[in-house]
C-alpha cells in the first residue's frame, strides 16, 4: 500500500519547451507532496511543497515562476518546468506523507523518479 | 541549513560482513531521522527511522544509532548481501508542521562477492 506514482519516467525536450510531470498518490490521499531535484551522485534537494488548494512554498533558490506547481486534488501534484534549458536536466523526484511508515509522521513515500533531459 | 551532496563518499565490503554507514546531520533541533535506500535509476526507499528520544532503533538486519551530543547517525548493516548495493541517505526533519526531509549527502555500498 501507501503508492506514489510519476509520470512520466523519463522524457527528452528542446530547449524553450515546457515539460510537465505527474505525481500521483495511489491509495490515500496526500494533502502534501514534495518535489525534489536529484543530479548525478549527488543528494535530494527539496525544491517546494506542494499544497493542495493553495500555493506552492517553494525553497529559497527555487524559481517558482519556472516551477510550477499544482497541487489541484488529494491525490495528484504537478511540476511544470516552463521554457526548459540544459541546465535543468536532472532527476525529479516527488514525495508524499505515508501514515503506513515508520514510527512518525514524516516518512515520505518517493516515487520513481521522472529523468528529464534538455537538448 | 540543508546540507549539499558534491561527491559521494564509497563504502565497499565483502558479502556477509556488517555494514556501518555513518551521517553528520545539521540540525541541533531536527528530532526524527530517516534511512532511505536508493537504487540507481530509482526513487529512494525507506529502510528505518529513529526520534530524537531514542539512541537505538533495530529493523530487520538495520539497526540505527543516534548520538544527539554530536550530532552524528549511523546505519549498521548486518551480514550484507549484494542486493544491499545502493546509495543510503540519511534524512533529518524539524519544524514538524511541514515535514520538511533534508537529506544528507549519501554514502554509496558497493557489496563484492
Known amino acids: 500500500g501507501a503508492v506514489v506514482s510519476q509520470h512520466p519516467s523519463w522524457v527528452i525536450c528542446k530547449s524553450g519547451t515546457s515539460v510537465k510531470i505527474e505525481c500521483r498518490s495511489l491509495d490515500f490521499q496526500a494533502t502534501t507532496m514534495f518535489w525534489y531535484r536529484q543530479f548525478p551522485k549527488q543528494s535530494l534537494m527539496l525544491m517546494a511543497t506542494s499544497n493542495e488548494g493553495s500555493k506552492a512554498t517553494y525553497e529559497q533558490g527555487v524559481e517558482k515562476d519556472k516551477f510550477l506547481i499544482n497541487h489541484a486534488s488529494l491525490t495528484l501534484s504537478t511540476l511544470t518546468v516552463t521554457s526548459a534549458h540544459p541546465e535543468d536536466s536532472s532527476f525529479y523526484i516527488c514525495?508524499?506523507?505515508?501514515?503506513?511508515?515508520?514510527?512518525?509522521?514524516?516518512?515520505?513515500?518517493f516515487g520513481a523518479g521522472s529523468r528529464l533531459t534538455v537538448l | 541549513g540543508e546540507s549539499v551532496g558534491l561527491h559521494l563518499p564509497t563504502l565497499s565490503v565483502q558479502e556477509g560482513d556488517n555494514s556501518i554507514i555513518n551521517c553528520a546531520y545539521s540540525?541541533?533541533?531536527?528530532?526524527?531521522f530517516i534511512w532511505y535506500k536508493q537504487e540507481s535509476g530509482k526513487g529512494p526507499q525507506f529502510i528505518i527511522d529513529?526520534?530524537?528520544?531514542?539512541d537505538k532503533r533495530q529493523g530487520q538486519r538495520v539497526t540505527v544509532l543516534l548520538n544527539k551530543t554530536v550530532k552524528h547517525l549511523s546505519l549498521q548493516i548486518a551480514a550484507t548481501q549484494p542486493g544491499d548495493s545502493a546509495v543510503y541517505f540519511c534524512?533529518?526533519?524539524?519544524?514538524?508542521?511541514?515535514?520538511?526531509?533534508?537529506f544528507g549527502t549519501g554514502t554509496l555500498l558497493a557489496v563484492q562477492p
Open positions: 529513529i526520534r530524537s528520544n531514542m
Open positions: 534524512a533529518e526533519t524539524y519544524g514538524g508542521a511541514t515535514n520538511k526531509l533534508i
Open positions: 540540525n541541533s533541533a531536527s528530532d526524527y
Open positions: 514525495s508524499a506523507n505515508n501514515p503506513l511508515l515508520g514510527s512518525g509522521a514524516n516518512v515520505l513515500t
